[in-house]
Every structure is written in structure tokens, then in C-alpha cells.
């Protein structure tokens, strides 16, 4: 499928989908997000990818929020139709049952650091800014900011960004969890697929397990998140690389996971 707002491509298991505006420094118009959502399905149907990264075009930007020329011509519903479909399609991002890194190379505001959030976690270049610049249009955060963001970093950390709209750097990010790792900009994707390719080469049901425990988990109580973990622990018995996994570790080699649900 032939895309103009993002980049698509698959390399060893390994998706990557590359926010592609840069003269609008990957700002987040309608017809980028009805890309995004069609790559989304794509990367969905396809067994093989392992791990999905997203990152943005050229040096300057991951994404530089909501696009605000098309924000300076809603109305009150307008507005929460676009808030809307966009939740809809970060919330299919979140559940995907791979693992999904933001590789942040540049500026992540607004929905920029809404999506990296909605990611599994985030690796930054030393050059990536965050930040929740919404109150400085008259706005607030409409794609998760006011509720991934204070689950992820705490409320007050959160209130802080979303009540001065302030941009925060790489450094920062990483001290206070935002950001898993910070590296130099050329070092960036490197890094990124070389924790995809980790992550590649483990079982793909256990994957999705785990992913599913701890999202699910996360909006729920103790008991009832571990009553979660405890059907996930069983199910990763349902395919062969539990077999294969512990097997290899008692025979002293290198587990190769090949397992799947149809088995
Ligand atoms: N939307 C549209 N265009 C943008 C955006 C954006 N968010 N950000 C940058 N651009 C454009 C600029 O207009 C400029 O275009 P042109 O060259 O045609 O003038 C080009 O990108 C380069 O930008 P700058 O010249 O401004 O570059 P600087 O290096 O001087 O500044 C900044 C970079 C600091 C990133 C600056 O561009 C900026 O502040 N951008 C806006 C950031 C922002 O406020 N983002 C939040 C938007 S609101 C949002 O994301 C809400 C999400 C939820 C919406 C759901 C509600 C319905």
C-alpha cells in the first residue's frame, strides 16, 4: 500500500513506521492519522513482526504534536470527534501483542509524547524534547496526556508539564521514567534495533502474555492483576516454547522459540 504521511517497512521481523512530515515536523494531520491507522492493521495481520518501532523523519522531530492548522478550525464537536478517533487509534497501538519502542529523535510534544506513551517504552536521542504544550493554545492534552502520562511518570510529575506546557529534555525524561535510555542522535536507531531484535528472538506467546498482564494489570486492582498473571502463566503452556525454554535450559543451549497460538 502506497503511503504519503508515513513510512512503512519491515526488516527481519522487525516493523518500523516513520511519521513522514518533515517540513511540519511530523505534526499529526487527519491524513496522517488514517495512515498510521491502515499501518496499524497491516502490522496487525502480520504474524511475522515480532516488535513494532515508530520513530519520525529527519533530525529535527518525532512528532511535533497535533497539527494545528487543522485544530484552528474545530468546533466543540469537531474537536472531540478528532480526540476521538484518535484515542481509538492509540488504544489499538497499546494492544498490540508485540512489543512497541518510540524511537524519539527530535521533538515529542503534544500528541508526540502522547504516541511515545502509548509505546511500550521509550528510547530517546540526547537531542528529543517532551512536552504536553496544549495549555498554551488554550487547549489540554486530547490524545492521553492528562491519563498515560501521571500513570507513567505520577500526577504531580504530569501536572507539572501539563499546567506550564514546559518542554523537558532527553535527560530529564530519562530521570524521572519517561524515557528508558538516552543516546547520541546517530546512535538512536542502532540502539533501538538491537533491543527490537532481542526482544524478536523470545517467544512470541510469552510476549504477549506478559504485554497483557502488565497492561491490563496496571488499570486494575492487585488481585484481580494477578488473577491476570496467573491465566497468562498457563497459557504460555499452551504453546511449544514453554517446552523449548525450559528444555534448552536444561540441556546447557540457546532456546529457539518458534511457538504460536495454533498450536
Ligand atoms: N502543527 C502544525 N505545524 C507545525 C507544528 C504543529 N504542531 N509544529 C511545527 N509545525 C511547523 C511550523 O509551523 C513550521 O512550518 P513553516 O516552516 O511552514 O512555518 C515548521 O513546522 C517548522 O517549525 P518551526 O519553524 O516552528 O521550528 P522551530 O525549530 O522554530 O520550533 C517547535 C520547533 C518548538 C517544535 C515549534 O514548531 C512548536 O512549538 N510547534 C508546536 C508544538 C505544539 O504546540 N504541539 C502541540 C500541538 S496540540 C496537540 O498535540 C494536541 C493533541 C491532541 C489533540 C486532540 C484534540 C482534538
Given at each position: 500500500m502506497a503511503y504519503e504521511n508515513i513510512i512503512y517497512q519491515v526488516e527481519e521481523g522487525v516493523g518500523t513506521i516513520t511519521f513522514n512530515r518533515p517540513k511540519a515536523l511530523n505534526a499529526l494531520n487527519t491524513a496522517l492519522l488514517e495512515e498510521f491507522s491502515q499501518a496499524l492493521d497491516v502490522v496487525a495481520a502480520d504474524d511475522d513482526i515480532r516488535v513494532l518501532i515508530l520513530t519520525g523523519a529527519g533530525d529535527k522531530?518525532?512528532?511535533?504534536?497535533?497539527?494545528?492548522?487543522?485544530?484552528?478550525?474545530?468546533?466543540?464537536?469537531?474537536?472531540?470527534?478528532?480526540?476521538?478517533?484518535?484515542?481509538?487509534?492509540?488504544?489499538?497501538?497499546?494492544?498490540?501483542?508485540?512489543a512497541v519502542i518510540a524511537a524519539v529523535n527530535g521533538f515529542a510534544?503534544?500528541?508526540?509524547?502522547?504516541?511515545?506513551?502509548?509505546?511500550?517504552?521509550?528510547?530517546?536521542?540526547?537531542?528529543?524534547?517532551?512536552?504536553?504544550?496544549?495549555?498554551?493554545?488554550?487547549?489540554?492534552?486530547?490524545?492521553?496526556?492528562?491519563?498515560?502520562?501521571?500513570?507513567?511518570?505520577?500526577?504531580?510529575?504530569?501536572?507539572?508539564?501539563?499546567?506550564?506546557?514546559?518542554?523537558?529534555?532527553?535527560?530529564?525524561?530519562?530521570?524521572?521514567?519517561?524515557?528508558?535510555?538516552?543516546?547520541?542522535?546517530?546512535?538512536?536507531?542502532?540502539?533501538?534495533m538491537q533491543t527490537a531484535r532481542e526482544i524478536a528472538s523470545k517467544g512470541k506467546v510469552s510476549l504477549r502474555a506478559a504485554k497483557a498482564a502488565i497492561n491490563h494489570g496496571l488499570n486494575t486492582d492487585l488481585a484481580t492483576g494477578i488473577h491476570i498473571e496467573v491465566e497468562g502463566f498457563g497459557m504460555c503452556y499452551a504453546s511449544s516454547d514453554a517446552k523449548e525454554g525450559t528444555s534448552a535450559f536444561l540441556e546447557k543451549r540457546k532456546a529457539a522459540f518458534k511457538g504460536n497460538f495454533a498450536e
Open positions: 522531530a518525532f512528532v511535533a504534536g497535533a497539527d494545528i492548522s487543522e485544530l484552528a478550525t474545530y468546533n466543540a464537536l469537531t474537536a472531540k470527534n478528532f480526540a476521538q478517533n484518535g484515542h481509538a487509534i492509540f488504544a489499538r497501538l497499546q494492544a498490540l501483542p508485540i510534544l503534544g500528541g508526540g509524547t502522547e504516541i511515545a506513551i502509548a509505546c511500550d517504552f521509550i528510547y530517546a536521542s540526547e537531542n528529543a524534547k517532551f512536552g504536553q504544550p496544549e495549555i498554551n493554545l488554550g487547549l489540554i492534552p486530547g490524545f492521553g496526556g492528562t491519563q498515560r502520562l501521571p500513570r507513567l511518570i505520577g500526577a504531580n510529575r504530569a501536572k507539572e508539564l501539563v499546567f506550564t506546557g514546559k518542554m523537558i529534555s532527553a535527560a530529564e525524561a530519562e530521570k524521572i521514567g519517561l524515557a528508558n535510555k538516552v543516546v547520541p542522535p546517530d546512535q538512536l536507531m542502532a540502539e533501538v
